[in-house]
């Protein structure tokens, strides 16, 4: 892509978004206070809005933190292993394959541990809740050491984008206000490029440190290079991504041009918007009763307002001077009789039931009721199941968009980093197939709101089990009817059971020959046993019968 065309791009890219901009500054007005104003250049920190005095009632503010904190636990949580890669093949499984996908399962999810994806990935997830979409980027740490992986929550006014046909990123552009020490850090520190190699324009910002600079980062395609097969290690301008650095005020490159081997923005989106590359969100949903609370709300105030200090009437000649209500001021009055005070005429009560309809409103819209803990000292599993269940039905086209536009891409990203970083385990022969590639590896997530989505399957497998042992009273050989050996893996699969725990057809077939074997040669004890015991019995009737006798 030509340095010009990436310009004139982001200039028509920027037009195209205007109207839904305008919504994005509305939704960071009420609902996401200090994610940066989209019409405002913040130049220094002086210029920066700390004083949100516009907000006049926080349900909102509330509601959405609560809900990207709720998809950040129940979907990527900290706190639990909330994905595992699998063959695509089963063919594959088994063995040393197994052993082999089970540590760069292992060494994927530490690597992302150690980087920084758990911070970012709450403003991404505020960033949809509120925006309808969000972007994120990952980097790996240093190419000619392995140093981890990084992560950029990258805030939504700075970026564009284009789509394939299948609504994948095509071309990322983000805009960048630099000043003169990022640029050096950038390109004359991590870049190994001299300092009297910059533009003029950029080394006259030395003496001028407070002052930005426009850069445009674009990620393109390179439509010859993506279909290629990627083996081994590539030169930068070989990569099916290529990246520029491009100075918006003139066009001009800055530094050299680089490549990835795949794109490592990841753009996911809340609901997707007909005719539009953006999505829609939950705020943009609620925002006409957030807007009415937050005039509800400041008409209140001014009731209250007039309920305190009340409305004076003076007739016109009674006082000497204007009336002073300050505490120790003096009024020289003519007429004390011609000044009185009346109470506001205002319905207080109607104000506050509206107050209370509208904050109830704009909870519902983010879930807010479904996601809170009851006002009980404590939930039951049951009770926490139910909930899951119900935030999968309400959440299930959003947790199928995060997946594809961001969470799938983003571990495959990760996994290719360390592969090509040498981090993980030597490939086995038995991985290949029989065409010489790879098998596919899948992703399956295993958190809490992904586990919801298979309790349908294990509760009708439960449901099946109590169904035959109520008809094994009547007829006992009904059991004989299932293989109830791969209904429990299969249940033990739904609950993301580790395969730790959970033998092989192959062992659990090893130990039902033994535990067949031990009962058989109980039985035979038992047998002979009982064998013995009736010789026994006979040996002392015989003896009995001839003591008689005699």
């Given amino acids: 892509m030509e340095c010009k065309n990436v310009v004139s791009r982001v200039r028509q890219l920027e037009s195209e978004r205007a109207a839904v901009q305008q919504q994005w500054q509305v939704i960071e007005r009420f609902v996401m206070p200090y994610r940066g104003q989209f019409f405002r250049d913040e130049s220094s920190e002086n210029s920066v809005n700390w004083r949100k005095r516009e907000i006049l009632d926080s349900t909102a503010v509330h509601a959405a933190q609560s809900l990207a904190a709720s998809l950040h636990g129940s979907l990527t ?10 063959f ?28 920084n994806f758990n911070l970012e990935a709450n403003e991404t997830y505020l960033d949809l809740v509120g925006y309808g979409s969000s972007v994120i980027f990952e980097e790996a740490v240093s190419e ?9 929550s990258v805030p939504i ?37 001299a300092e009297a190699d910059l533009p003029k324009r950029i080394r006259d910002m030395k003496d001028h440190p407070d002052d930005k600079m426009h850069i445009c980062f674009c990620v393109y395609t390179r439509q010859d290079k993506i279909d290629s097969p990627v083996d081994g290690i590539l030169a930068p301008k070989n990569r099916p991504y290529g990246y520029k650095y491009v100075i918006m005020e003139n066009g001009k ?36 009763d957030i807007l009415q609370l937050n005039e509800t709300k400041m008409l209140k105030t001014r009731a209250v307002e007039k309920g305190i200090e009340g409305t004076w009437f003076v007739n016109e000649r009674a006082g000497l001077t204007d009336l002073q209500l300050d505490a120790a001021t003096v009024n020289v009055m003519k007429d004390i009789n011609g000044i009185r005070q009346e109470a506001p005429m205002g319905r207080m009560d109607w104000t506050d039931t509206e107050i209370a309809d509208l904050r109830q409103s704009v909870r519902s819209y983010f879930m807010a009721d479904q996601l809170e803990l009851k006002e009980s000292p404590a939930m039951t599993a049951t009770e926490v199941q139910v909930r899951y269940e119900l935030m999968q039905r309400l959440l299930g086209p959003t ?15 990760t996994f290719n980093l360390l592969l090509r970083g040498g981090q993980l385990p030597e490939m086995p022969n038995s991985v290949y197939s029989e065409t ?19 309790i349908d399957s294990v509760a009708s497998t439960e449901r099946l089990i109590n169904a035959v042992m109520m008809i094994a009273e009547l007829k006992p050989t009904v059991v004989n009817a299932f293989d109830w050996d791969e209904a429990a893996w299969a249940v033990a ?8 725990v959970v033998n092989t057809a192959e062992e659990t077939a090893a130990l039902t020959q033994q535990q067949e074997a031990a009962a058989a040669a109980a039985q035979q004890a038992e047998t002979a046993k009982m064998a013995g015991q009736a010789r026994q019995a006979d040996a002392m009737a015989d003896q009995t019968e001839e003591q008689m006798m005699q």
């Fill in 157 to 193: 006014k700075e970026c564009h984008f284009e789509e394939d046909h299948n609504g994948q990123i095509y071309n990322f552009y983000r805009v960048l206000h630099w000043r003169y020490s990022q640029i050096v850090s950038k390109f004359c520190t991590d870049g190994g490029m």
């Fill in 144 to 152: 000619v050491q392995w140093k981890g992986v990084s992560f950029g």
């Fill in 436 to 454: 010489g590639e790879p098998s596919r590896v899948d992703v399956e997530y295993l958190g809490p709101l992904n586990r919801a989505q298979q």
């Fill in 493 to 500: 699969d739904k609950l993301g059971i580790s395969p730790k």
């Fill in 77 to 86: 949580s900290p706190a639990i292993k909330w994905f595992e890669l699998k």
């Fill in 399 to 413: 947790l199928g968009r995060l997946q594809s536009d961001f969470l799938e891409p983003m571990i495959q990203r």
């Fill in 253 to 288: 490159l800055l530094g050299e041009e680089g490549g990835y081997y795949e794109m490592p923005a990841f753009i996911p989106r809340w609901r997707k918007t007909s005719g539009s590359r953006w999505g829609n969100s939950p705020a943009m949903t609620a925002l006409a």
């Fill in 88 to 115: 695509r093949d089963e063919n594959t499984s088994g063995g040393e394959a197994d052993e082999w996908l089970a540590e760069c399962d292992k060494i994927v999810w530490e690597a992302l541990q150690d980087s």
